[in-house]
């Protein structure tokens, strides 16, 4: 037996020991050589050597400054169950490769889907992927040739439109980003209607009162879906059910490796139909895009396990808190302009005292920032991702943040 394909515990230990610690290699590539090495060094000295950059170069979702990106920080258990994954490489393209993943997979749609309406529905690498899919399922089910999108949608509508051949109208939107609704044609009964419940630069949904309306609904839920699973903020998606697909990026707000979301339907039976391939090694049909397929399931599994639905909307309520705090405190700065209030964990504000964005962001701790343009105009724009964070950094460059001190 080749010892490369055991369980070296040794190895193990060492790795977990190196993810835990501080010490390792420098964080750069510098050790790294330029082209690929005729002879290995080892798998101990592969770990050893690359620690500092994989690890300690990374930067961290989990520190207390982080409140930048849609990228969330991971529970621990989700490594675990990765660190799994890997071991034994299932492959859900085909049953015989995958006796229980595809079930675990199975089980996973099973317990999200009614949180959207939804009946069924598969795991895709991100919703980039879940997009192009649900816009496959509506030319290919419901025949529809138009989409029309506000121009807030993810670019990965205009991406999916073009590999399908679809034709893309799109409806402008208010300044805060959300579909301008008299915009919309009246009669959308050959069309794909897209609405965004959390646009990517300002967190705005689309009236969802408009679902429902077009030959074919889909819901780009990438950010915000997950708030369906919390108590106090499901309300703000009320209309999502009637949609007839939907996708969420479980390595967004559910805190999942990446990569990781979900594709849901209405009516999985009759999208999958559209979505179906035989092959003759193939025992099963291939259902979506994706041929070989990992078990992306078992890390939210887990977690949906470990946490349970409230523990997930604990730590989500918690992100929506941060934003409503970060949201009060700039309102109540006179030097400072928000956009509108947070309605998805997103915030949106600029500095109206003579400073410029990049002035300002100079001063921001690391990874508590982005930008975003909205009207030609940039500004600051925060993403309430990271439970862990701690605003007071932030908070306190913004209370000192006086010109002359600039
Ligand atoms: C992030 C995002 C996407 C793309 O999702 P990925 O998981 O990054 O592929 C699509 N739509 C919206 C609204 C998003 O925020």
């Known amino acids: 037996m080749d010892p490369s394909f055991t369980a070296d515990k040794a190895g193990l230990l060492r790795a977990v020991e190196l993810l835990a610690s501080q010490d390792g290699s420098a964080p750069t590539l510098q050790a790294v050589p330029l082209g690929l090495p005729d002879s290995g060094i080892g798998e101990m000295a592969a770990l050893e050597l690359l620690a500092g950059p994989v690890l300690r170069g990374a930067r961290n979702l989990a520190s207390a400054d982080a409140f930048a990106h849609m990228d969330p920080p991971t529970p621990w258990v989700t490594w675990a169950a990765t660190l799994w994954n890997a071991s034994v490489n299932q492959n859900l393209l085909h049953p015989d490769t995958a006796p229980v993943a595809r079930a675990i997979e199975q089980r996973v749609v099973d317990w999200l889907s009614p949180y959207f309406g939804m009946d069924g529905g598969h795991m895709v690498p991100g919703s980039t992927v879940a997009n192009l899919t649900a816009l496959w399922a509506a030319r290919d089910a419901a025949g529809v040739r138009t989409v029309v999108a506000s121009s807030a949608a993810h670019l990965s509508i205009r991406k999916a439109c073009k590999i399908l051949d679809l034709k893309l109208i799109e409806i402008p939107t208010d300044r805060r980003g959300m579909i301008q609704a008299d915009q919309v044609p009246a009669d959308l009964s050959a069309c794909c209607l897209v609405l965004t419940a959390g646009t990517t630069g300002t967190g705005a949904i689309d009236p969802l009162a408009l679902a429902g309306r077009a030959a074919?609904?889909?819901?780009?839920?990438?950010?915000?879906?997950?708030?369906?699973?919390?108590?106090?903020?499901?309300?703000?998606?009320?209309?999502?059910?009637?949609?007839?697909?939907?996708?969420?990026?479980?390595?967004?707000w559910l805190f999942q490796p990446k990569e990781s979301a979900l594709i849901l339907f209405r009516d999985a039976k009759r999208a999958h139909a559209a979505l179906s391939f035989g092959g003759a090694y193939l025992a099963a049909p291939n259902v979506g895009i994706l041929g070989s397929h990992g078990a992306v399931a078992v890390p939210l599994l887990a977690m949906l396990l470990a946490w349970g639905r409230t523990g997930f909307a604990a730590r989500i309520d918690r992100c929506m808190a941060h934003a409503a705090d970060l949201a009060s405190a700039i309102k109540s700065d006179a030097r400072l302009q928000l956009l509108a209030e947070p309605e998805t964990g997103l915030v949106n504000w600029r500095p109206i005292d003579g400073r410029t964005i990049d002035d300002v962001l100079a001063r921001l701790p690391t990874g508590s920032a982005s930008t975003t343009v909205i009207d030609n105009e940039r500004w600051m724009r925060h993403v309430a991702a990271n439970p862990n964070a701690n605003l007071g950094g932030l908070l306190s460059v913004l209370r000192g943040a006086d010109p002359s001190s600039a």
């Open 216 to 252: 074919w609904t889909h819901i780009d839920a990438a950010w915000a879906g997950p708030l369906r699973l919390s108590g106090q903020h499901a309300q703000r998606l009320r209309g999502i059910e009637v949609a007839d697909s939907v996708a969420v990026s479980a390595h967004k």
